[in-house]
Every structure is written in C-alpha cells, then in structure tokens.
C-alpha cells in the first residue's frame, strides 16, 4: 500500500511539474482568473517547535542501499553546539586470495583514505591534526543493523597515526620506489613491529574471507588531536584501503591491497555534548520562541506541529509551503559553520523517522538526486543565498502539501496529527547545522503557506 501511495503521488508530482513549466501561457486569460478566483490562502496557522536530542541514527545495514556514501572522522568544539566527534570503524578485506604475502619481507604497510571534501566542516586546513589507527578487539557481524551510539572494542595500542595539516585537494607524492603523484588523500605507516605477525598466520586466512577477518576484526579510524576539523571519507574510493608494500624472493616493491567494500562492516560511531553550549538550554520540554536548532551526524531535530487546521472549514488543500530562517547568532562563526545544504521532512512511523510523501515524490521524479533542480522545484529544502543582513540569513522553502493534507484529515476524523520532523536529508553524512529563528522573531519567523479550494 505504501509503494503504490509513494507511485500515485510520485506521478502526480510529474504532473504538476509539467503544468508549472506551461502555466505561463494561461498568464493574463479568463480561465486562470476564474481558476484563481476559488483558491483560499492562509498563512496564520499556528506554528509550534521543539528542539530534542537524537539517540542515535543508522549507520550500517546489510542492505547496501541503506549504507552511508561518506564516512566522518575528527571533532570540533562549537561556539554554539557545543562538542561533537565522529570515529569510523571499518574492515579491509581480501580483494582476492592473498597468500603472496606469505614468506615476503615487509617494507611498509599504509592505511589509505580517501577525501570526501562534501563532508568538510571547522577549520581544515588551517590546524594540524592527528589521525590514529587501532586494531578492532571483536569481529562485528555483517548482517543486521548498527546505530551510531555503538563503539566496537579496540586495542588500546595503536597500530599507527600521522600528524598532518588536511590538504583535501591536493594530490599527493609518494615513493614506491619511483615518485607517483595520488588523488587527495590521508595516509596513515602502521608499526611494522605491531603488524608484522600477519605474516605468520596459517594460509587459509589468506585464501578465505571469513578466516581473514577473523584473525584481523577491521580498523577504529579516530582523530586523537585537533579540536576544530571534521573530514568526510570515500571509504569505498580505489584509493582507500590498507596496502602492504613487501619484497618476497626476486620480486622487488610489490603491493598488495586490503580494501573497504559494500560488502564489509563500516560504521561510524557519533558523541556530541551541549554542556555549557547555548544549545543547551533549547534541550527542554519548553517550545522554542527565538530559535529552534537542527544539526547532522546524531545532533539534535526539531519537530513542529501546526494547529488552527480545524478552522479551515471543508475544504481541498492545493499546496502547503513552509519557509523558515537560519542565521548565525552572536559568537557564532558562519564562515567555519555553514548551516545545512539539505534540509527535508520526516515523520515517526513507528520506531524509526521516514522522509514524508512530499520529498520521496520528489525524490522518485528527480531520480533521488536531491541536489538537483528538479528537486529543488518540486520539494526545495536546500538553503538560499545568504542575504548578509544584519543578521546574516539563509532562506529555507519546503513543500509540505502531503504532510497538511493528511493532518488534516487527521482533525477532521478526531485523529491525534504527527509531528513534523526536521533534519538534514541523509543525516549521518553531514556535520553541518542549523540555528532557524523561532516564531517570537518580528521580521523572520517561520511561515505555513496554506492554498485551498472549498468544497
């Protein structure tokens, strides 16, 4: 029921795509004036926030639709959110059976990353961080689900790190022996000393898969310095893995290379802490007034409710619009914390949040390109332009017409309505958040746009 719901709304969306892109050929005639003539407006709904922690979100599933495409690793300490980390945790495994390395002499071995610069967020590239590498303690099982408040056990020494100034655009040189320039990217030399007994292992860890990861569980990825620097991660890019550099008998400067797969666990694991952040004090029962907060990874949502829908009377709804203002509040600092680039609606279906009718018909028209002007006309969600004020604002437009339709049906049946929550569209890939001024603001509270026909 609910992919043939999806289906009728996805393809009346089209239709209205297509009737947006002629309607400015009926501009000025009879028949528009008189269609126009019927359609009520009303933008005086009352509009309620509540800003709330997250617990946790998914971050790695069996099904490969449902696993992130960037992964984060690094902290920051916000003027306004207060402090929030991410640490990855992946397996590299066999691309192939590797008992070539069996008998070989190491020369080095290099955990691989690749930069996702979509996922960039603080002050990178401007503080020196350290990123270290440790040995996971327990092989995770691939099937089923893993949210982000789940941190797997670890070695306590760690098998490498590098300290580094994050350069994400800037290829880099190695020596293999010869001199190769590589696509951007942070490498991590492991202790030979710590990594070396991989060599000693029976060769079915090295002819089966299952043998290999249980001798070897996956990598902990976490930034142990640095307090202002996220990096986004392509986990799945060629150029991440963990590469054995080794000679073996007359073969000279051979590689081999572990690598990160759909097919193997990789999780990430979120802690974010308000204390003392101005954020805080919003982490209450209490409706916000000046500001109500969204933020990425598992930071915190904001659900509005709307009441006043029982005043319309019997009616058809044509379009619902909501508009909303994020802004930098004092202290703040927009030029390392730019708000979210996506913002989309969800409700609560039970046990988990699912994005409204009105983004997966969008999603399903705009072939789930979310960033594409399709989308943009036919759900919105992305921030405008900033206008630079004072106060500096970003200008959010979403189209909610499914979402109020449905609480209204809800009222006119004596049915309790959901909540609307907001959130970045794919959460656990961005870092970026948002401060949207509340309702109490004189010039940029949020507004419903309610357009409807009596019936």
């Not at 947006?20 to 009352?46: H, K, Y």
């Not at 020369?107 to 503080?127: K, M, P, Q, W």
């Not at 569980?217 to 963990?242: C, E, F, K, R």
């Not at 794919?426 to 870092?431: D, L, S």
Request: charged share 20%; with cysteine; glycine share 8%.
């Amino acid at each position: 029921m609910r992919v043939l719901r999806f289906g009728i709304f996805a393809s009346l969306a089209l239709v209205l795509l297509l009737a947006a892109c002629t309607r400015s050929v009926l501009i000025g005639s009879d028949f528009l004036d008189d269609e126009q003539s019927l359609i009520q407006f009303r933008d005086d709904l009352g509009l309620t926030f509540h800003t709330q922690r997250t617990d946790s979100i998914l971050v790695h599933s069996d099904n490969v639709s449902r696993q992130l495409s960037t992964y984060m690793v690094g902290r920051i300490t916000d003027p306004i959110f207060g402090r929030y980390e991410a640490e990855i945790f992946a397996q590299p495994v066999l691309p192939t059976v590797g008992t070539q390395l069996l008998g070989s002499t190491l020369d080095s071995v290099v955990v691989s990353l690749r930069y996702d610069t979509t996922a960039l967020y603080g002050d990178h590239g401007n503080e020196p961080v350290t990123i270290s590498v440790y040995q996971m303690a327990e092989n995770p099982p691939f099937e089923g689900e893993v949210y982000s408040n789940r941190r797997f056990l670890v070695d306590p020494d760690p098998l490498g790190s590098v300290t580094f100034t994050p350069r994400p655009r800037d290829s880099v040189l190695v020596h293999v022996p010869d001199t190769v320039k590589l696509v951007p990217q942070i490498r991590i030399p492991l202790s030979l000393l710590k990594i070396r007994d991989i060599l000693l292992q029976d060769s079915v860890v090295f002819e089966n898969q299952d043998s290999f990861l249980n001798y070897f569980n996956g990598l902990q990825i976490v930034m142990t310095s640095g307090s202002n620097t996220m990096l986004g991660i392509d986990l799945l890019d060629p150029a991440s893995g963990m590469t054995f550099y080794y000679d073996k008998d007359v073969l000279m400067d051979e590689t081999f290379q572990f690598v990160f797969t759909s097919g193997s666990v990789k999780t990430l694991y979120f802690e974010h802490d308000f204390t003392g952040a101005p954020i805080e004090s919003a982490l209450t029962p209490d409706p916000e007034i000046d500001n109500w907060y969204v933020q990425g990874m598992a930071g915190p949502t904001t659900t509005l409710s709307v009441s006043g829908l029982e005043g319309l009377g019997n009616i058809a709804i044509n379009q619902a619009e909501l508009e909303f203002y994020a802004t930098f509040p004092e202290g703040d600092m927009g030029n390392l914390y730019p708000p979210c680039p996506y913002l989309a609606t969800q409700i609560n279906a039970d046990t988990a949040l699912v994005l409204t009718n009105d983004v997966v018909a969008a999603l399903e028209v705009a072939t789930n390109n979310y960033a594409s002007e399709t989308f943009k006309r036919l759900f919105g969600g992305s921030a405008g332009e900033p206008d630079p004020g004072p106060p500096v604002v970003f200008k959010y437009t979403m189209i909610v017409t499914d979402y109020i339709q449905d609480q209204y049906d809800a009222v006119q049946a004596g049915e309790d309505q959901k909540a609307l929550y907001l959130n970045p569209i794919v959460k656990g890939i961005f870092p970026h958040r948002a401060v949207v001024f509340g309702p109490g603001h004189p010039d940029f509270a949020p507004k419903l746009r309610v357009y409807y026909t009596d019936l």
